[in-house]
């Protein structure tokens, strides 16, 4: 497999339930990301991991909470959410230039459409 | 902060004419400034960026973006478009560690 790989594609879940999201980067990269993208809304930046570390966390509800045991994976779990967390959300990864700054391309996964009852 | 604004979240055109998508951006500080195209059911990939030097860049596909430091705008541009340029269309800008901000988007759908 090559670039970014998101699973599941689709998740329906009840505001009760627990799940995980999983994104696999093969590209060698040493930053990770997650975005959630919502209909006429701009695509919201939720966590960046940087060589496994947490870097950025936009006031990000607890309900999601990220996970990155290595550089090629991230998790995001997710409980108790409520429907209006329905979105897409996007996994991505990139190589940081050596001041940490993001010069280079984003590569993103297909995204995982989740559905909350 | 930095915040990106895309005024349009549609433009219809007729294939083969020119169109312009429009982007301004506002930050303290210099930035990085980048668009992005997501195809239907997928995700989105960079279509072109400006780091420095040259103020016009160019995609493979014909699009070309302009940085305009004083006006603080990055248009998209193309002088003739295609059915399978259909898509929806994101500006970003960059300019502070490990952080792209993106804007709302903007579909461009094409009329045969």
């Known amino acids: 497999e090559t670039g970014v790989t998101q699973t599941p594609r689709h998740l329906v879940m009840g505001m009760t339930n627990k799940k995980s999201l999983k994104c696999e980067q093969h590209?060698?990269?040493?930053?990770m990301y997650w975005y959630k993208q919502s209909a006429k809304k701009p695509l919201e930046l939720m966590f960046v991991?940087?060589?496994?570390?947490?870097?950025e966390n936009n006031s990000v509800p607890s309900r999601f909470s990220p996970e990155c045991p290595n550089s090629s994976h991230l998790f995001l779990h997710l409980h108790t959410l409520q429907p209006e967390d329905s979105a897409l959300y996007l996994c991505?990864?990139?190589?940081?230039?050596?001041?940490?700054?993001?010069?280079?391309?984003?590569?993103f996964g297909e995204g995982s459409r989740l559905t909350v009852l | 902060a930095q915040s990106v604004t895309q005024l349009d979240s549609q433009v219809p055109v007729f294939e083969e004419a020119p169109v312009e998508l429009r982007c301004n951006y506002s930050?303290?500080?210099?930035?990085?400034l980048f668009w992005y195209v997501q195809y239907p059911n997928q995700g989105l990939q960079l279509l072109l960026k400006?780091?420095?030097?040259?103020?016009l860049v160019e995609s493979i596909n014909g699009f070309e973006a302009e940085f305009n430091k004083s006006q603080t705008s990055f248009h998209l541009r193309k002088p003739s478009v295609h059915i399978s340029d259909t898509a929806e269309y994101f500006c970003?800008?960059?300019?502070?560690?490990?952080?792209?901000?993106f804007g709302s988007g903007t579909r461009l759908s094409i009329r045969p």
């Open positions: 991505a990864s990139s190589q940081l230039g050596l001041a940490g700054d993001v010069t280079g391309e984003l590569f």
């Open positions: 590209l060698g990269h040493n930053a």
């Open positions: 991991y940087s060589l496994e570390e947490r870097v």
């Open positions: 930050s303290s500080v210099s930035v990085y």
């Open positions: 400006y780091l420095s030097g040259s103020t």
């Open positions: 970003a800008v960059s300019s502070s560690a490990s952080k792209i901000i």
